[in-house]
């Protein structure tokens, strides 16, 4: 148990009358984008203190949270500090930590790369198709069982990479895979010998000061699910953001170092990005598992399917936590709302 760092409230603001214009160009106020964007609970921070909380549907502000995707950025942020500390070389091949990966693609990407996400692999991420790659590695992860699902043919997602192929050559462009987050985590595993939940807790809940033990997913052979286990309360998600806005430290503690925050912060090469038709993300890039803006906007945030979102602005110093249930699993049915809510409460705020 530790203290548990309190986020002060302001005045709560009324944005029921804030106006903005979505992707589609239709106007919206407020009240009617958090419903049309299926939204379960958000809160903003603002200069460190909570200006707007909301909940609905069946989430409270005890309530935990699937966070989906969202989880790919918190390992990827304890990759980096790994990579500061010298613990991790991103330069190195995954079969120099994980020799199980010989026979899979994974044997000739780098660590960087599959940091990154700039691996090329034989495996897709259709959520509307149940032969698609990602449901074949949860069917044999036993994370999301089908009708008719059999575990005895579920050996767990370790045993899933190591039959992954390679579909062309690693480092040529960005391609958005959850397998990368899983080998990334076996990695940092083997190098700490550390059950990653308690890395988590010992390396960001306990230091952050998070007032909710967060939960997180394994699979059928005990190993963390790091594409997409996390759940956490909403305020929980907040602080992280909170913390990340403030260059790494929260109070008079530094969590993780200002040179790790400016790693994720300067983004990617864009030309790599570019390539996977993300028209939602015009010049945006992805750097350690974060999504980042163009420098001139200056926001990144982490994002899961269904609307998870942690938008950071730091220069505005605005955080904004936020859970939702769209009906669609992929954020470009949920961008066209959401960013451009999001921009209007850091005008909003910075006005």
């Known amino acids: 148990q530790t203290k548990q760092t309190p986020l002060p409230h302001t005045q709560s603001l009324d944005f029921s009358r804030l106006k903005f214009k979505d992707m589609w160009g239709e106007s919206l106020v407020w009240d009617d984008y958090l419903q049309a964007s299926y939204t379960d609970g958000i809160v903003v921070l603002h200069k460190g203190r909570i200006v707007y909380e909301k909940y609905l549907n069946a989430l409270k502000e005890t309530g935990l949270h699937a966070c989906f995707s969202v989880t790919k950025s918190v390992f990827g942020l304890l990759a980096l500090d790994m990579i500061y500390h010298r613990l991790l070389d991103p330069t ?20 960087q790369q599959v940091l990154d996400m700039q691996t090329s692999l034989n495996y897709t991420e259709v959520y509307s198709d149940p032969e698609s790659g990602i449901w074949k590695y949860m069917r044999s992860s036993a994370i999301w069982p089908q009708k008719d699902f059999d575990a005895s043919n579920s050996l767990g997602i370790y045993h899933y990479l190591t039959t992954v192929q390679a579909a062309g050559r690693h480092g040529e462009k960005f391609t958005y895979l959850t397998v990368n987050t899983d080998v990334l985590a076996w990695i940092m595993q083997r190098i700490t010998s550390t059950a990653m939940p308690q890395m988590i807790s010992e390396k960001l809940w306990q230091p952050l000061g998070c007032e909710q033990d967060a939960r997180i997913s394994l699979d059928i052979a005990g190993n963390v699910f790091a594409g997409g286990g996390l759940l956490t309360c909403t305020r929980d998600l907040a602080r992280l953001g909170l913390m990340l806005s403030q260059q790494g430290a929260m109070g008079h503690e530094q969590i993780i170092p200002p040179a790790v925050v400016a790693e994720i912060e300067q983004g990617n090469d864009v030309d790599k990005f570019t390539p ?32 998870q979102a942690l938008f950071i602005h730091p220069k505005a110093q605005v955080v904004i936590a936020r859970f939702g249930s769209h009906r669609l ?4 049915n949920s961008d066209p709302i959401n960013l451009p809510a999001y921009l209007a409460v850091v005008q909003s705020l910075s006005s």
């Open 276 to 307: 996977a038709g993300y028209s939602t993300l015009p010049g945006c890039s992805y750097r350690a598992m974060w999504w980042v803006a163009p420098i001139e906007e200056g926001w990144y945030m982490a994002r899961g399917v269904y609307g």
């Open 329 to 332: 699993a992929a954020n470009t």
């Open 92 to 111: 190195q091949r995954v079969t120099h930590y994980v020799p199980e990966l010989a026979n899979s693609a994974f044997a000739t990407a780098t660590v």
